[in-house]
């Protein structure tokens, strides 16, 4: 237990951090002390190097700090039962494992249910040894720790073991491709691992999916300021139609007249809509009345036809047959039931694109489509590639994402692949006015980016592997199918032709020269600087 078994490794690491953080304070003393006047040093660029030099030092402080908290606390319940006598009654244990919680939550000044959770995520994540040594040497964060927790709550330990090793062990079967789980920002890599758990779940995700639908409900939460949250907890598709049905109708009230932003049309039209606002006359409204509210300055619901929201289903092959239950994969949302997979793309749902994957390798084979425009169909095949804006951290998934150049054309860069990829509109201006530079991609892998200090930052892989394939007899099922498969390998990414983006609502800037006014317009346009957290729920 403790520095006993292992901590003196953690110890040494932590020593280790900390010298490295002293040497970085006595440089930057050095500096703001005149004593590199003189020399070819640029002290104020130095002086940032030196802060961002630190700031990776004390993450991975905190990261080492953590592992010993976690070991610390997971050791002092077990300490408090080896202080019991072998045979002491159940009801001893319990007690005694108790007042461990309730002191650590005393020491810690935290709630005695914070304290219990501490205590079982401790448990878990020194249980996984890669997982605890990832913390120990500072290659991930608390919150990284936390999720695997998490995630493997609800399996066995054999399938806690190989999701570890997915994730964590570079010589597992099929490890995860691309960054680190460090690396990625604790949402995203929640993201991946949630994906590869509903993969591996033993029980299926359409039994799972059942019990999540009898659980349905709506909650009600007052909040200061006289505002209040209200949550709906819903099967994933009906919740992705929700949200991209809002936003859709949302852009279409957006304009020179509209001062409301984006994400305050979303709640008003959706309190429009629940509360019946949607049959109004169309005037504007500088209150509310009883029953119905339109918000000041706001338009009717009805009298604005709101465009269609483009979502991706991802569907094995075999599941869209009807041959395996294993997940879809659901733009923006995440794996879904293949069930509810077949049904978004079969009965009508004219806002859903089936992609179908190669049972073989996981690759994409086509995407389905109901018009002809070769460039829209590419777009959304970048789209598929990327499924976020690629800039290191950035977690926009919207469709206001803009495919762009990674060259610029009238410097070279192609049209191709390699050359493009999405970002979101924050990230595509600062790519304009920054030295932050993307690598090339390809038609599998969206590109990496290096900061202005020389940083680089790896792209994030899609965790693409085999499907299922039928139990039993499938070689009749196959026969049936080839026709169609070797149909869609013939429309596949590399049977197509380079194109040039022609997105109806941006311009490619890569496109424009450094005189032409519309860049005038294109820095004048107001955009939220944090996007992802405008509205975020405490």
């Not at 110890?11 to 304070?25: K, P, Q, T, Y």
Request: charged letters at 25%; a negative charge.
């Amino acid at each position: 237990m403790g520095i006993g078994t292992g901590g003196a490794a953690v110890v040494e690491g932590l020593e280790s951090s900390m010298a490295a953080f002293r040497r970085l304070i006595q440089e930057d003393t050095a500096l703001a002390s005149g004593a590199c006047v003189g020399t070819d040093v640029d002290v104020l660029q130095r002086r940032y190097e030196l802060r961002l030099k630190r700031l990776e030092v004390v993450k991975r402080l905190e990261g080492q700090l953590a592992a010993v908290k976690a070991r610390d606390v997971a050791d002092a319940v077990e300490i408090q039962h080896a202080l019991l006598a072998p045979d002491a009654p159940v009801h001893e244990r319990t007690y005694a494992e108790m007042s461990a919680v309730e002191e650590i939550a005393g020491v810690l000044t935290i709630s005695s249910a914070a304290a219990g959770a501490l205590v079982e995520h401790s448990r878990r994540i020194c249980s996984l040894p890669l997982v605890f040594e990832a913390l120990a040497t500072g290659d991930m964060s608390w919150q990284h720790a936390r999720i695997v927790a998490d995630e493997t709550e609800s399996v066995d330990w054999t399938g806690a073991a190989a999701l570890v090793a997915h994730f964590f062990d570079p010589a597992a079967p099929q490890p995860a491709r691309g960054v680190a789980p460090g690396e990625l920002v604790p949402s995203r890599f929640r993201a991946k691992v949630r994906g590869w758990r509903e993969r591996h779940h033993p029980e299926s995700i359409e039994k799972r999916h059942v019990k999540g639908v009898a659980d349905r409900r709506m909650e009600y939460t007052p909040d200061k300021d006289g505002m209040a949250w209200v949550s709906l907890y819903l099967p994933g598709d009906t919740a992705c139609a929700i949200w991209n049905r809002t936003t859709a109708t949302a852009r279409g009230f957006q304009g020179p007249d509209e001062p409301r932003t984006l994400t305050q049309l979303r709640p008003d039209i959706a309190a429009s809509l629940l509360l019946g606002a949607g049959q109004a006359t169309g005037e504007r409204s500088t209150g509310t009345t009883a029953g119905t509210s339109t918000p000041a300055g706001g338009t009717a619901i009805g009298k604005v036809p709101a465009p269609r929201a483009d979502v991706l289903v991802t569907v094995p092959v075999f599941a869209l047959l009807g041959a395996t239950d294993e997940p879809a994969l659901l733009d923006g949302f995440g794996p879904i039931p293949a069930s509810m997979a077949r049904k978004l793309v079969a009965d009508g749902a004219d806002s859903f694109y089936r992609v179908l994957i190669d049972p073989r390798d996981g690759a994409p084979l086509e995407i389905g489509r109901k018009n002809y425009r070769l460039t829209e169909t590419i777009k959304r095949w970048i789209r598929m590639r990327d499924t976020k804006c690629t800039f290191p951290g950035c977690t926009n998934r919207t469709p206001d994402n803009e495919t762009d150049h990674l060259q610029a054309w009238q410097h070279g860069g192609t049209t191709g692949t390699s050359n493009l990829a999405q970002l979101c509109p924050k990230h595509h201006r600062l790519k304009h006015h920054s030295q932050w530079t993307p690598d090339p991609a390809n038609k599998n892998e969206p590109p990496g980016w290096t900061s202005p200090t020389g940083r680089h930052y790896n792209p994030e892989h899609q965790d693409a592997e085999p499907t299922h394939w039928p139990r039993g007899n499938w070689s009749a099922l196959l026969q049936w199918a080839a026709p169609a498969l070797c149909q869609c390998l013939e429309a596949s990414l590399n049977n197509l032709p380079q194109w040039e983006p022609d997105d109806d609502r941006y311009v490619d800037l890569n496109d424009l020269p450094a005189d032409d006014p519309l860049w005038a317009e294109f820095l004048a346009t107001p955009f939220a600087l944090f996007p992802e957290a405008i509205g975020a729920r405490p």
